[in-house]
């Protein structure tokens, strides 16, 4: 734990499509706006993936490959990992009901050096079921040796049954939202731009509350603004 005057934040992110990384850079503006350092270091594959996959055999085979939680490998994290750290914020997009491959590949390789003895609040960016990630991810947290403060969770902000289908043709290279049909019904794929404000107003309460040193568990992340409810939701 940094006992520095300064609190010192270390956001770790794996963006496939730019909305985790949307997210969080507006976090991180409200963390900067409480006097907090920031330091963000993305993951990156060493295999580059593709999006969107391009067709709808290709985000068959991707679904079916992350539902079993298969690993992607990405390169060493930059030395800056290593520093003090008062909270780290792990940020990714949920992949087939599970945390994404190479956010799994960071916790097997570096979890118990990166994690052990340290506060984390996941970041999840998902279609709309988290529930799964989340809980696989903190257990794995934990068996790691990390205290998990708190969660942070953001939805797509179409209702089903239309933002599973959206999100789907998206991934498959089509333009669901340009669909005279569809379209009335999934009109922009991800997170909207009131969701992106929710997240700054998030980071700036989490930095003033981390700043005072009092409980992170006590925030309440969970907005009808950043979850949007759904059918089946």
């Known amino acids: 734990m940094n006992t520095s005057e300064v609190k010192k934040t270390l956001l770790i992110c794996f963006s496939l499509s730019g909305q985790t990384s949307n997210l969080l850079a507006r976090l991180a503006n409200g963390l900067e706006s409480a006097g907090i350092s920031v330091t963000t270091e993305r993951l990156r594959p060493l295999k580059p993936l593709r999006f969107p996959f391009g067709s709808i055999r290709a985000t068959v085979i991707m679904m079916l490959v992350t539902f079993f939680r298969s690993r992607m490998p990405i390169a060493p994290l930059s030395d800056r990992c290593r520093d003090g750290y008062d ?114 107003r998030f980071g700036a309460m989490l930095g003033r509350t981390l700043a005072e040193g009092k409980d992170l568990s006590a925030l309440n992340f969970q907005t009808p603004v950043a979850i949007i409810r759904g059918i089946g939701n």
């Open 87 to 200: 909270l780290i914020i792990l940020a990714g997009p949920t992949w087939s009901y599970h945390p994404s491959g190479p956010v799994l590949a960071l916790l097997d390789r570096d979890g118990s050096t990166l994690f052990a003895n340290q506060a984390v609040i996941p970041l999840i960016s998902c279609r709309g079921y988290w529930r799964m990630h989340w809980y696989g991810l903190r257990s794995l947290l934990q068996k790691n040796g990390a205290s998990v403060a708190n969660r942070i969770v953001f939805t797509h902000a179409a209702r089903e049954p239309w933002r599973t289908l959206g999100v789907f043709l998206k991934l498959a290279g089509k333009s669901p939202e340009r669909s005279k049909f569809i379209g009335r019904y999934y009109p922009r794929y991800g997170h909207e731009k009131k969701q992106l404000e929710e997240a700054y």
